[in-house]
């Protein structure tokens, strides 16, 4: 495997008390993004807000940024605008905007777009009801993954480790959500899909400092060495390969931000997001925990 690093000798550990308490913070801050998204008082999407959704037929195909430039002379910024290629049709979805909108739209692709031939082949209100509804299955959705998640980890390893997983995860969604609060993204459904994907990368990221941790933990028990000084050697051990790992999935992160177009912008931006905050709580967030419930009990085993 490919070393950039040397052999390390870092006490991560050490500043367990400054990360966790940093950690607190950020855990915070996605708690009252979830709060303020509760009460409607975020940047939320049409499928959580409610609003229309459009669904646009053309003769030719078209690209999105054709249609977003229509839509800017008629003054809708905030359009979340998909593309069906393979069908030559493309999906609007609007907030709730003035009456008659969809009338506006129609008229202004029709006379800018009038060679691809425009035609709104379906008007679908999002009301209230559904927003409330999808921001519960979204809610359903993480807390499923997180449960899922100490229950794996629970079997695999000890119960003091998947309390650390799920820490770890949990502070991994809710320091994303509240940077993504903090920007005024918009937070939507394909949000809500990198949410679970970082959920998931958190996961893979903890579970190979989990595993060297396991290996060693022989160590203890024999009295050569702390548990602390082994979760340190542990995470050392593995620090070249988290780094890489986190390295060649972060340019592909950065690849999809500046080359995947407008569609893709928020979840890859997301996802890097993810990507750093993981790597920072494999190390600073789940092994402290795991230390600081499990030190005497792992001791003795």
Do not use: W
């Amino acid at each position: 495997m490919i070393q950039i690093l040397g052999k390390t000798n870092i006490d991560f550990l050490g500043k367990k008390y400054f990360a966790l308490g940093f950690s607190c913070l950020m855990i915070l801050l996605g708690v009252f993004a979830i709060f303020q998204i509760n009460f409607g008082k975020a940047n939320l999407g049409v499928d959580f807000a409610g609003g229309l959704s459009l669904q646009i037929r053309f003769s030719q195909p078209v690209t999105l940024a054709e249609v977003r430039a229509v839509l800017d002379k008629t003054g809708i910024k905030d359009a979340d605008i998909q593309e069906l290629p393979t069908e030559k049709k493309i999906l609007i979805k609007l907030k709730k905007q003035q009456e008659g909108a969809q009338d506006i739209i129609e008229k202004s692709l029709k006379e800018n777009l009038s060679t691809k031939e425009p035609i709104i082949e379906s008007i679908t209100e999002i009301g209230p009801k559904i927003g409330e509804r999808t921001k519960r299955d979204a809610l359903l959705a993480i807390l499923a993954a997180t449960v899922g998640i100490l229950i794996y980890i629970a079997i695999r390893f000890k119960f003091h480790f998947s309390i650390g997983a799920t820490v770890a995860t949990f502070h991994d969604v809710m320091a994303v959500l509240g940077i993504f609060y903090i920007l005024d993204k918009e937070i939507n459904l394909i949000f809500i899909s990198a949410l679970l994907t970082i959920a998931g990368y958190s996961l893979t990221d903890t579970v190979v400092v989990f595993d060297r941790i396991r290996e060693n933990l022989g160590k203890v028990a024999k009295g050569s060495i702390t548990l602390e000084a082994l979760m340190n050697r542990s995470i050392n051990e593995v620090l070249s390969r988290t780094i890489v790992t986190s390295l060649t999935t972060l340019m592909a992160a950065v690849a999809l931000f500046f080359f995947g177009g407008e569609v893709l912008h928020d979840f890859a931006l997301a996802m890097i997001l993810g990507i750093i905050v993981g790597t920072y709580s494999s190390i600073f967030v789940a092994s402290p925990v795991v230390l600081l419930l499990g030190k005497n009990s792992l001791i003795k085993r």
